[in-house]
């Protein structure tokens, strides 16, 4: 394979202007996720003439899979790319800035997608060569709960996968970097919003109240022990709160008050357990106050875990190029951030991995989800030569 590998290599340089102008074209016109009809269309339109199968594999959403079958039976392989953007309205000067307005790419998610056409094509440009089944997996809807990849799941698309792999770019380092995390990598994460209703009054006349905002100025306080004293010190666990509102005048005792948060955790037992802590507080809340608490609670995307076995042979496998088309691979520590790359591995073993996106010449980086952030295009090509050197790897029988 390591042949194949050189001419595979030369044919991602040779077209990496191509990938430039795919991910500027999406980055310019981004689409929400579950709204990302165009960037699905101008994905598929990229296959149609191609010697691949294209499926639709989720009614009324808009992921793709094309499919790629080699000259023999052997493992199948799935790579994953997400395509949607973010409701935030660009502050970069590019000259591609977004046309969407209070629309953007600033997680990179046309920047894996970019790479991830121009790897499959060169992939389907050789695919007499290669043993086995590659499945390109466009997914929508990332960024939004209950996310694409769990819909993709349970369609059954990804049944026939032996491992599955995937890649999200950061900017903590140049493209000469290439970051992995064995075991639960990214934390699984959970929103609440709790609505407190009380009776309402007169500043001069609180004991006529039920005080609606003292109640919740106490859940605020009171939920932070659901880390500090009902989860084991060793394990990750963290609850934010990220908005409190409650809009009244300064002598007026407020008798709603609104409360939204997240819980987010590394250990998938926490889930459950971090629920009925937060319960538990609001019902108390409730007697406590004298007021009524509507606790509503969306278990969001899972623990992303990385197979330790799949993960270190991906180490193994970049390690032979370190010094070649990238310069570090480094463990790193694990992320509090979520993926719904978590169902993939679910599903099947695999691993998800980073790699760096730093523009060049910049020490402070903006970091994803800010409407600054902007990415060195350089990270496509190691991050399409990386996936290519891990799936011909794979496809190849007399590798364990």
Do not use: W
């Not at 800035?97 to 499959?120: F, I, R």
């Not at 991906?314 to 190029?321: G, K, Q």
Request: hydrophobic share 35%.
């Amino acid at each position: 394979m390591n042949e194949l590998k050189s001419r595979l290599f030369k044919y991602l340089e040779e077209n990496e202007d191509e990938m430039i102008e795919i991910r500027r074209h999406l980055h310019k016109n981004p689409e929400l996720s579950f709204k990302e009809t165009e960037t699905a269309n101008y994905i598929e339109s990229f296959y149609k003439d191609k010697d691949v199968k294209i499926t639709r594999p989720v009614k009324d959403e808009h992921a793709i899979i094309v499919e790629i079958n080699g000259h023999k039976e052997g493992r199948t392989i799935g790579l994953r790319a997400d395509f949607d953007a973010l409701p935030i309205t660009e502050e970069t000067d590019v000259p591609f800035k977004s046309t969407n307005e209070g629309v953007m790419h600033a997680c990179g998610h046309d920047v894996h997608t970019a790479y991830l056409m121009l790897l499959a094509d060169a992939l389907i440009s050789f695919k007499e060569e290669l043993p086995g089944t590659i499945k390109i997996i466009h997914q929508h809807a990332e960024e939004k709960p209950p996310g694409g990849a769990k819909s993709i799941v349970e369609s059954g698309a990804i049944d026939d996968l032996d491992e599955v792999y995937g890649i999200h770019i950061v900017p903590v380092a140049g493209p000469e970097f290439i970051g992995y995390n064995k075991g639960p990598s990214f934390s699984g994460s959970s929103t609440f919003k709790l609505t407190i209703n009380g009776l309402g009054g007169h500043a001069a006349s609180p004991h006529k109240t039920h005080d609606a905002l003292v109640a919740g100025t106490n859940f605020v306080n009171t939920v932070q022990n659901v880390v500090s004293r009902r989860i084991d010190p060793l394990d990750m666990g963290v609850v934010t709160i990220g908005a409190f509102e409650a809009p009244g005048g300064y002598n007026v005792i407020q008798d709603k008050v609104t409360i939204k948060g997240t819980a987010r955790y590394l250990n998938p037992d926490l889930e459950e357990k971090m629920y009925h802590e937060i319960k538990k507080i609001s019902d108390s809340i409730a007697l406590g106050f004298d007021v009524e608490c509507d606790l509503e609670y969306n278990y969001g995307y899972p623990v992303l875990y990385n197979h330790p076995k799949e993960t270190e042979r991906v180490a193994n496998i970049l390690n032979n190029s370190v010094g070649d088309y990238f310069q570090q691979l480094v463990e790193i520590p694990q992320v509090t951030g979520s993926e719904d790359f978590a169902y993939y591995l679910q599903k099947t073993p695999g691993a998800f991995y980073i790699v760096g996106s730093k523009p060049e010449n910049v020490d402070q980086p903006y970091m994803n989800h800010h409407p600054k952030f902007d990415v060195n295009e350089d990270c496509m090509l190691v991050a399409a030569k990386s996936l290519a050197e891990i799936t011909l790897n794979r496809l190849d029988s007399n590798n364990e």
